[in-house]
């Protein structure tokens, strides 16, 4: 099993960068493939990235291709998003999340969460 803690979100504006942390607990962190999801209000949790468990693979959606990058360090038990030339349209409470078998690009495909941080982006 394994907690994960968000931490780096926050107020920004239109353009600017956030860099989002998620650390995990316990030994087994580096063997979970992980992923960052984000919910908007009154929407459904939606796919934003996710890395394999050694890094070496990562995939973004379309809506964030380019300006957000998915990284990992399992030396340090935390995966990160950087997202530069934020937009508005990204305003949502982030969650980091792991899996312990094929991590897709579906919430169903994660069996631990965070508790979510929130990013607005003003215009």
């Known amino acids: 099993q394994v907690q994960l803690v968000e931490s780096g979100g926050g107020l920004v504006q239109a353009g600017g960068s956030l860099r989002l942390s998620c650390a995990g607990s316990?030994?087994?962190?580096?063997?979970?493939?992980m992923g960052w999801f984000r919910q908007a209000p009154g929407k459904e949790r939606e796919f934003v990235a996710r890395?394999?468990?050694?890094?070496?693979?990562?995939d973004h959606s379309g809506s964030v291709k380019g300006r957000f990058t998915i990284s990992r360090d399992n030396a340090k038990n935390t995966i990160y998003l950087q997202m530069n030339s934020l937009k508005p349209e990204d305003t949502a409470v982030y969650y980091c999340?792991?899996?312990?078998?094929?991590?897709?690009?579906?919430?169903?495909?994660?069996?631990?969460w965070g508790q979510g941080t929130q990013v607005t982006v003003s215009s």
């Open positions: 890395i394999s468990w050694t890094g070496r693979s990562t």
């Open positions: 999340a792991a899996s312990d078998g094929v991590a897709g690009s579906r919430p169903s495909d994660y069996e631990y």
């Open positions: 316990g030994h087994t962190f580096s063997s979970y493939a």
